[in-house]
């Protein structure tokens, strides 16, 4: 078991934990909603989608977007899973992410969808 994200205490008055699948889902979340330069230790951290939701939408901003992020994901978490896919959209003001991957341990093929 993981440390659950966001850090909280459980109602049994310990650190919250996560099965693998929600941590990798957590660690996915982590680094795409955090801009680089927001952790103290790792300035490179991140993949500044956030920054998607100010931009006006676009095919070629979607396509490099969703490059940018891939790229991201295989850097940090490239030893946990290998990214299959990447597909971002906004509705009005909510960015949506779908990321499809294979959990590297289990060979499991996996989709998370994350919303702001």
Wanted: aromatic share 8%.
């Amino acid at each position: 078991m993981d440390i659950a994200y966001p850090f909280r205490i459980d109602q049994r008055g310990r650190v919250a934990s996560a099965t693998e699948n929600e941590h990798i889902l957590q660690m996915i979340e982590q680094l795409l909603f955090t801009s680089p330069g927001e952790r103290v230790n790792r300035p490179d951290f991140g993949s500044n989608l956030q920054q998607l939701i100010f931009s006006p939408n676009s095919a070629e901003l979607a396509v490099a977007t969703e490059f940018i992020v891939k790229g991201a994901l295989e850097q940090w978490l490239g030893d946990v899973i290998a990214v299959e896919g990447v597909v971002i959209s906004t509705v009005e003001s909510t960015l949506q992410v779908k990321v499809q991957y294979v959990v590297l341990r289990t060979q499991q093929r996996q989709i998370g969808e994350f919303s702001r």
